[in-house]
């Protein structure tokens, strides 16, 4: 009956340590995920910021009725580049 007893005192006890360890786990992995939304709510509202001060600067995107779909712009595809480059 004691060896009973003790084992299944051994087993409660370990029991509760894996459970204690499997707590403090959980919380740190909470505690990692609220401070990675923080994180990403903060960068999402620098990027939205940013989108909108270059819409101001910018006018937004708009369609180029002068520019129909499948066409060449006039500089030609590599318009940006210099000749050099080219």
């Known amino acids: 009956m004691i060896a009973r007893a003790l084992v299944r005192r051994l087993r409660t006890y370990l029991s509760d340590a894996q459970t204690q360890r ?3 786990q959980l919380t740190e992995a909470s505690d ?3 401070l990675l939304d923080e994180r990403l709510a903060t960068l999402q509202a620098a990027n939205e910021g940013a989108y909108r001060e270059l819409e101001k600067a910018t006018g937004g995107a708009r369609f180029d009725s002068e520019q129909p779909l499948g066409s060449v712009p006039p500089g030609g595809l590599f318009a940006w580049t210099t000749q050099e480059e080219a």
Request: zero cysteines.
């Open 22 to 24: 499997l707590r403090a």
């Open 32 to 34: 990692r995920n609220r």
